[in-house]
């Protein structure tokens, strides 16, 4: 009878992450219970100082700083978070009366938030040491151990966010200078702001065991079920030291360090043109922020000769790209911007209104106006772009994805007491990517991004039928251009014609010609001839495969309408009520409205339903409302002091009462 030793590492793992039971039962039974607190602080200090230097100048000065600390508490101990956060904003303002017709104010500002969120602190280095693994990181300000996932219907006892640091600080430099001559008000400015973001991400950052019961089974095909004789025991495995599966650690935890200046400028003329015309004409323009890395890693896809990557560091690409010039050709193109995205340069946006009374009478007034302004850019994590280029370099242990593995072993390949074996280090020229689709996919920036930005315009009436009784019609409408999305770009188009073997094998679901074998369920693919129609033979760019194994671009490609019939009627205070009612008429169009709510929400991806026809996606947005009516009023009671009754000390009682309401009818 062979003995059944427990491993030393897995007891250590076993006392890490559960502690002792506290509770007297007949197992199997919930023998421990407990609770914990979610301790929270915060403070913030705020000062400001005025000074009037001279009866034309005065300086200010503004300070804030905060701190947020909060401890999430789990009785299973490294379960525990903790987010700490710091930041502090400072602002310095001069203003200057040059005459009484001329001011100017100039302001310099700074501020930075220092934002750490994951293992409480006191997860310190010496918790790993205690498990008796190899070869882990160690990098400064990150605590905790490998992530641990144990099946059998245990909850998972360690959460994977080691530590997630970021450090952003932000200097604002600006000005505005106001001028009043005759009939005209002139406005102009500019806002440069220079921006530094630094990300330090410690998702994963020691690796992850995964623990199923398969050791511990009759059966290990059907282990990860309850624990049983069949389904075998995932705790059972861990105190074995057996796990079914390994991810190894990082080998290089690498900050992502980005730079980028956004600059705007504007002039605005406010021109009363006659005392019953006014014009405003404004034009504003701005350099939106392009970041970079401090290093110049990063790249960018290509397009060309079925697509290819260009990067930015040309150091890099000549001490690691592949020596293969086909190869190289495609996935080491020299050289883009550190940029990656060059940004748009030439973002001119006008504006321009008018407000008239075309008769004598006061009571008539037409509005109108129209403008371009920058949209919100919504990054969705592209900072990972800019991600050191060294991460090719040093890899992961290739042992722990490559080695077959069934649960069926005497004991599991990866044993605690092996792990983990040393990360590996590309040789100089030996990185490649061919094919595209065993890189597992790319992402990368839309080479043609350009910043995202709205269109609005008005044109509004305005009567008045009496002094408190206004009538108010107006159509209002905007378009938003450039609206960005995670856009998966290299979806296939449908095969023209199907390729099934007898032994049911789809042929056509095969990313390329080599996946056939010579041997094997799709053996007789290449046989079927121009039927065999592989995935990459029908992807706009095969070179970066499939959006199905993750290729996709931060895209600005989306877009969307708004136009409004809205009419407004309000009866100010008389005879104690004042009465509004609203109505408006809408349609709001979109694209992203679809992909987020009905794909998502239908259990599909978040994605566009057929790339090659984005407009296919273009329909009513989520928050379309045809028609919305809005009714309001206030009423006072006419009872109380100085009102149309007053019933002496019973005032402090009945009077002074008013009543409101509000209905909102929308569909």
Not at 5 to 16: A, E, P, T
Not at 171 to 176: D, H, M
Not at 274 to 288: A, C, F
Not at 530 to 538: K, L, V
Request: charged share 15%; glycine share 10%; hydrophobic share 35%.
């Amino acid at each position: 009878m062979q003995a059944i030793r427990v491993s030393s590492q897995g007891l250590n793992l076993l006392n890490l992450i559960y502690p002792l039971p506290n509770l007297n039962c007949a197992l199997p039974c919930a023998n421990f219970a407990g609770s914990a607190t979610n301790p929270l602080s915060t403070d913030v200090v705020t000062a400001r100082i005025d000074h009037h230097l001279t009866d034309r100048d005065q300086l200010s000065f503004t300070g804030n700083a905060g701190r947020y600390h909060q401890t999430t508490l789990s009785p299973l101990p490294l379960l525990s978070t903790a987010v700490v956060v710091h930041s502090y904003l400072y602002g310095l303002q001069y203003q200057r009366n040059f005459t009484n017709s001329l001011v100017g104010v100039f302001t310099t500002g700074y501020n930075r938030e220092n934002y750490n969120n994951g293992a409480p602190a006191s997860f310190d280095s010496g918790v790993r040491s205690k498990l008796g693994l190899s070869n882990e990181p160690n990098p400064a300000g990150f605590f905790g151990i490998p992530i641990v996932a144990i099946a059998s219907s245990y909850n998972g006892p360690v959460q994977g966010n080691n530590a997630n640091h970021e450090t952003d600080n932000i200097f604002q430099y600006s000005s505005t200078i106001s001028w009043v001559r005759g009939p005209h008000t002139f406005n102009t400015g500019a806002d440069i702001r220079r921006i530094q973001l630094q990300n330090f991400s410690g998702f994963g950052t020691y690796g992850t065991l995964n623990f199923n019961g398969a050791y511990t089974s009759a059966d290990p095909t059907k282990a990860g079920g309850a624990p049983s004789v069949v389904n075998g025991n995932a705790v059972a495995d861990l105190l074995l030291g057996y796990p079914r599966s390994v991810s190894a650690p990082r080998p290089l935890s690498a900050p992502i360090n980005l730079r980028g200046t956004e600059m705007g400028f504007f002039f605005q003329d406010d021109w009363r043109l006659t005392p019953r015309l006014t014009l405003n004409l404004g034009m504003r323009y701005e350099i939106p922020v392009s970041f970079h890395a401090l290093d110049s890693s990063g790249s960018v896809i290509t397009f060309g000769s079925g697509g290819g990557v260009r990067w930015a560091d040309k150091n890099f690409i000549d001490a690691y790209g592949t020596k293969d010039p086909t190869a190289r050709a495609i996935y080491f193109q020299c050289c883009v911007s550190n940029k990656l995205v060059s940004g748009r340069i030439n973002n001119l946006l006008p504006r321009v209104g008018f407000a008239w009374r075309p008769f004598s009478s006061d009571r008539f007034v037409l509005r109108a106006g129209y403008g371009m302004y920058d949209d919100l850019y919504m990054r969705f994590y592209d900072a990972s772009n800019y991600a050191s280029n060294l991460l090719y370099v040093f890899k992961r242990n290739p042992f722990y994805t490559t080695t077959p593995i069934s649960g069926a072993e005497s004991a599991s390949p990866f044993a605690l007491n092996t792990l983990f074996l040393s990360p590996v280090t590309i040789a100089q020229n030996s990185l490649d990517f061919s094919p595209g689709w065993q890189n597992g996919g790319f992402q990368s920036e839309w080479p043609s991004n350009k910043p995202p930005y709205i269109q609005q315009w008005s044109l509004d009436m305005q009567y008045a039928f009496t002094p408190d009784l206004l009538l108010d019609i107006g159509y209002v409408g905007s378009r938003s251009l450039h609206e960005p999305i995670q856009y998966f770009f290299n979806d296939g188009i449908l095969p023209s014609t199907p390729d099934k073997l007898a032994n049911g094998a789809v042929c056509n679901s095969l990313v390329d010609a080599s996946q056939a074998q010579p041997t094997g369920k799709f053996a007789g693919c290449t046989a079927t001839g121009s039927a065999f129609q592989p995935i990459d033979t029908r992807i706009p760019f095969p070179n970066l495969g499939p959006s199905s194994l993750g290729t996709y671009a931060n895209a600005n490609v989306l877009y969307s309408t708004y136009n409004s019939l809205q009419v407004r009627v309000e009866q100010r205070l008389r005879y104690g009520l004042n009465l509004r009612a609203n109505y408006t008429w809408s349609k709001a169009l979109d694209i992203n409205s679809e992909i987020a709510t009905f794909s998502n929400g239908s259990g599909g991806s978040n994605e566009i339903q057929n790339t090659h026809n984005v407009r296919g996606d273009y329909g009513p947005a989520d928050f379309d409302q045809t028609h919305r009516a809005v009714l309001s009023y206030v009423y006072e009671f006419p009872i109380g002091k100085g009102k149309p009754f007053s019933i002496g000390p019973a005032n402090w009682i009945l009077g002074n009462w008013q009543t409101s309401g509000i209905v909102t009818l929308a569909s």
